[in-house]
């Protein structure tokens, strides 16, 4: 594992010059311990990881090096000291107290017990090494994934929670599967925005424009002061937004090309802001006669989330909301905050009449989750179209690639390879096709291949209208 190195012997051959410059550039400290003498000697480049003096010093048991290990660690090292004892080469880790300056570090020591004729310990040669930083982002990925874990678990919670209350107030499963769906991309949006500040939290102006810049285009405005949400906030003003403009879309100002939606926040005197929702030039409201899960949510789930209060006045010109939050809903800007989304596409919206047909067409699914793969086939199918596949790895959609294609649906990514094979070949033999992707580029296709995106959550009506769109063409 390690050979024996002599400290004092001053050779200047290229063997001993090679080791010294090894030492150096991994970062080595060494030392030999005489243990028959109880003498031993730090290396200048052990005394600069250590904070001991450089040369030799007194050492007749191992445990006299115990004060300067962290009190927590002392015990553990005893037990491998044991454990190890047997063995010619030992190895071990612990945080260390510098004795020059009181700093804690973590350090790794390893070296080789070389035994006298009696088998009796005789000497100990071997090196330390400054392990801080690698023990620092171990602990840091750890955290990392333990935080991932918590959040993954509350999204589920949430999405399950979400599922629930949707159902118990649709009548009719497409009712459900339009509004669940929505809400589903309303969360995936925040999300990813989120995603790009490292879940700091998120700007309210991104927010605006994820849900209205799609939904909406040149029939809304968003503006106000600039303000960093916290992602707690941030998920519930992407609901409350979503509900917004779902409702907007189906009986206010939305369902209009006349109908405009203004929206306008500012900052109040508490250090949260208020956000107004405004429409006009829609059809003549008036208030629901019952109240549904969208009311609910804004004015109970969002208002508690923002820490504030959600009012909406069914005005007969129009919707006219107020959000009000907390300062708890606010978080500092950070440094650097992300560039606002590119705007995207109008997104298809579900109507009554159903999933655009896609009668007589021979569709290539390629996708690597097999549940979405399952209902991309179930609803494909029940819009006309024969499903080729589906191909789960990138090897399966190459080999179909051999029969006659109308269109396809490519995940961008499958199992870690990328499509573009797939979408080459597909372009060359002059085959549409969308992207179905959960991956959060802002930007155009995978590749810029020139093709429609449609970011996963979605619903299977979305990619049916963007085929057939397609086909049209």
């Known amino acids: 594992m390690f050979g024996v ?7 200047h051959s290229d063997g001993h010059r090679r080791l010294e410059l090894a030492l150096d550039v991994a970062g080595l400290g060494e030392f030999e311990w ?14 600069a990881i250590t904070g ?8 007749e048991h191992s445990s006299q090096l115990e004060p300067f290990m962290h009190p927590a660690d002392r015990g553990a090292f005893r037990s491998e000291k044991v454990r190890q004892r047997p063995a010619g080469a030992y190895e071990f880790e612990f945080r260390y107290v510098r004795p020059d300056d009181g700093r804690v570090v973590w350090i790794r020591v390893a070296g080789i017990l070389n035994r006298d004729a009696a088998g009796q310990p005789a000497n100990v040669t ?3 090494q400054d392990i801080t930083q690698a023990r620092e982002e171990e602990t840091q990925r750890q955290t990392l994934m333990a935080e991932l874990d918590h959040r993954v678990k509350n999204v589920l919670a949430a999405v399950q929670a979400l599922a629930v209350q949707t159902a118990r107030r649709t009548t009719s499963l497409d009712a459900f599967l339009q509004n669940f769906s929505g809400r589903l991309k309303a969360m995936g949006a925040a999300n990813e925005l989120l995603t790009a500040a490292r879940w700091r939290g998120a700007a309210i102006d991104h927010l605006a ?5 799609a939904l909406a285009p040149g029939q809304a405005s968003w503006e106000g002061p600039e303000l960093f949400l916290t992602p707690r906030a941030a998920n519930a003003l992407a609901l ?11 009986f206010g100002a939305l369902s209009l090309d006349t109908g405009r939606v203004r929206v306008r926040w500012a900052k109040t005197a508490d250090g949260g802001f208020e956000l107004n929702w405004t429409e006009t030039g829609g059809p003549t409201v008036s208030a629901p006669t019952k109240r549904g899960f969208g009311s609910t949510l804004l004015e109970e789930v969002t208002s508690r989330e923002l820490n504030g209060a959600t009012t909406i006045d069914y005005r007969p010109a129009g919707v006219v909301a107020k959000l009000q939050a907390g300062a708890a809903a606010v978080a500092p800007r950070p440094e650097t905050v992300p560039e606002a989304p590119a705007a995207r596409p109008a997104e298809t919206l579900v109507t009554a009449a159903g999933p655009a047909s896609l009668k007589g067409a021979r569709v290539l699914i390629v996708e690597d989750a097999v549940l979405l793969a ?10 006309g179209a024969t499903v080729i596949g589906p191909a789960y790895e990138l090897a399966e959609a190459l080999a179909l690639l051999d029969q006659p294609i109308d269109a396809a649906v490519l995940d961008a990514n499958l199992n870690g390879h990328s499509v573009t094979p797939v979408a080459e070949a597909l372009q060359a033999r002059k085959v549409p096709f969308v992207f179905a992707t959960g991956y959060g580029e802002a930007g155009g296709a995978p590749g810029d291949f020139d093709a429609p995106v449609i970011r996963k959550p979605y619903d299977v009506t979305q990619v049916a209208a963007a085929l057939a769109e397609l086909l049209r063409r």
């Open 126 to 128: 071997g090196i330390v």
């Open 52 to 59: 001991l003096p450089a040369g030799a010093m007194p050492l």
């Open 209 to 213: 424009a994820a849900e209205l810049g």
């Open 5 to 11: 190195m002599t400290l004092g012997n001053p050779d």
């Open 374 to 383: 399952m209902e991309l086939e179930s609803g494909l199918s029940d819009a």
């Open 34 to 47: 005489d243990v028959t003498a109880g003498r031993f000697e730090v290396s200048p480049r052990m005394a």
């Open 240 to 250: 409350g937004l979503h509900e917004l403009a779902a409702n907007a879309v189906k």
